[in-house]
């Protein structure tokens, strides 16, 4: 007897009879590992004619006979082949009405102790088969524990295609199966109605998430989920510093701000204009409907019944064209008084736009507050000269941030890196107290000089402009007081001071 006449035997349809031959050769020598093998491929065969669910315990049956052989971790061959078998038939158990997640867990027992190649496309398929199910699959952690998500290949990072339509990646599903289960957690009481989550395991995770979003920042989702999991963790003193450098990469994605909410569960001013960024952005309105729930309730809280209502009107509206069912919240609102009196808007533009600001304000926390005061200001162009110190000047643009900002005005500004050419982008700017300690802002007080003809004037060394002088009616030998600031003389090249004030 030899490994080719079992071969031959199998090639011809004769399976029983290679199967035979096989055994026999095991009997006679169980080590060689030439009689292993030509079990193993019959084994596989036997495998291949039980491939849908009414067979089970005959596929699983030659499955632990493979198992069994225990050969070498380099016989990768018969095991990559059964990969193929194996994800079949969990894909075949999971396309059941009600799904067997025994089967599926006697599965895993076996293929667990199979010496795969890694990574492969055959041990690809292996993680989608066992996947497919994960939402009700209670062993799904294990499983992608024992898995290992650094098995997969360059191709399972991009996206795929099914029925004409671009669909995740299989390792972004990966991912997110894997940090919703954590969040999910475990059972602690057989009825399952009370669960928790295993803290040092969300620890454990966390830095394989973060390769990926440093890797794949074409990834939209992982973000989201690790800032979920940072709440989860509420002894993690830092959420807030974890999670800002997502949020202000995806500052412009709705879930962004429905997590900065979930940071503050005290605050409910910042959790209100959270909302009403989240609301402000471009999103299909399908993403939306539990959102608006939600803010449609804070609105209710404050009595803004209009607000209120027109939140609602487009949570129905939706739900409505999807055939969705309404929640029985919004069925008790549509029921009450307020709501039958309430006259409902176009939109809530306008009271998102009256809140953004202090949401958008959050994002910067982390980068302090500069005093500077304002030198100069272009209304017609939103532009204005601000001066810091000798070292730090220069002008930016103002709207959106700023009203009618004055000469004079002392502001707390956040930049946005440093300046060029003297021109800056800032995060945030807001109006500061008159009587911050500032080096660029001083009074002063002395006796006016007039230099005539030109009609300018020197008072304390602080220059005094002619439009001042004339609008004051100032006299030459006048003592002023005032509020100087620190000014560059482009003509002279040094700095001085220049009267914003004078009485």
Not at 247 to 256: E, I, L, S, T, Y
Not at 386 to 395: D, P, S
Request: aromatic share 14%; glycine share 4%.
């Amino acid at each position: 007897m030899s490994f080719k006449e079992i071969k031959k035997l199998r090639k011809a349809g004769k399976l029983d009879e290679a199967f035979e031959m096989a055994n026999q050769a095991l009997e006679a020598e169980p080590d060689n590992i030439w009689n292993k093998r030509a079990a193993a491929w019959v084994y596989y065969d036997y495998l291949k004619n039980y491939p849908q669910p009414d067979s089970f315990d005959a596929f699983k049956e030659n499955l632990c006979k493979i198992k069994d052989l225990q050969l070498p971790e380099d016989e990768k061959m018969v095991f990559d082949n059964s990969a193929w078998q194996i994800g079949s038939m969990v894909f075949s158990l999971q396309k059941q009405e009600n799904i067997d997640y025994g089967k599926i867990n006697e599965l895993l027992e076996v293929v667990k102790e199979f010496h795969f190649t890694r990574p492969s496309e055959a041990y690809s398929f292996i993680y989608k088969a066992f996947h497919k199910g994960y939402q009700n699959w209670s062993k799904y952690l294990e499983f992608a524990d024992w898995w290992n998500f650094e098995n997969f290949r360059p191709e399972d990072y991009l996206k795929e295609e099914f029925k004409d339509k671009k669909i995740m990646s299989i390792s972004e599903q990966a991912f997110i199966a894997y940090s919703k289960k954590l969040l999910e957690g475990d059972t602690v009481e057989p009825f399952g109605q009370q669960r928790a989550v295993d803290k040092e395991k969300i620890r454990t995770f966390l830095p394989q998430l973060d390769k990926i979003i440093d890797e794949r920042p074409e990834y939209q989702y992982p973000p989201y989920f690790k800032a979920k999991l940072l709440l989860t963790l509420d002894d993690d003193e830092n959420i807030l510093s974890s999670f800002l450098p997502f949020a202000k990469q995806k500052r412009n994605d709705f879930w962004v701000w429905e997590v900065m909410a979930e940071i503050f569960p005290d605050d409910k001013e910042i959790q209100f204009a959270s909302y009403c960024k989240a609301l402000s952005l471009k999103t299909p309105e399908d993403f939306l409907v539990k959102l608006r729930q939600t803010f449609a309730g804070m609105l209710v809280e404050r009595q803004m019944h209009n607000e209120a209502k027109t939140e609602i009107l487009k949570v129905i509206s939706t739900r409505e064209k999807h055939g969705w069912k309404l929640p029985n919240q919004i069925t008790y609102w549509t029921e009450q008084e307020w709501y039958i009196l309430a006259t409902p808007k176009k939109d809530n533009k306008d009271l998102y736009s009256q809140h953004v600001k202090k949401a958008e304000e959050i994002l910067f926390h982390d980068i302090p507050e500069e005093i500077i005061a304002v030198e100069f200001v272009n209304s017609n162009r939103n532009i204005l000269n601000f001066v810091k110190n000798k070292q730090k000047f220069g002008f930016f643009k103002y709207s959106g941030q700023l009203d009618k900002p004055q000469i004079g005005d002392m502001l707390k500004v956040r930049f946005n890196g440093d300046g060029q050419d003297g021109f800056y982008k800032i995060l945030s700017a807001k109006k500061a107290a008159p009587n911050l300690p500032s080096d660029a802002i001083r009074d002063y007080e002395g006796t006016l000089k007039i230099v005539s003809p030109q009609n300018f004037g020197f008072a304390d060394d602080v220059f005094i402009e002619p439009k001042l002088i004339q609008a004051n009616n100032l006299t030459d030998g006048q003592i002023l007081t005032g509020i100087a600031i620190l000014s560059f003389n482009k003509k002279k090249n040094e700095w001085g001071w220049k009267a914003i004030e004078t009485k």
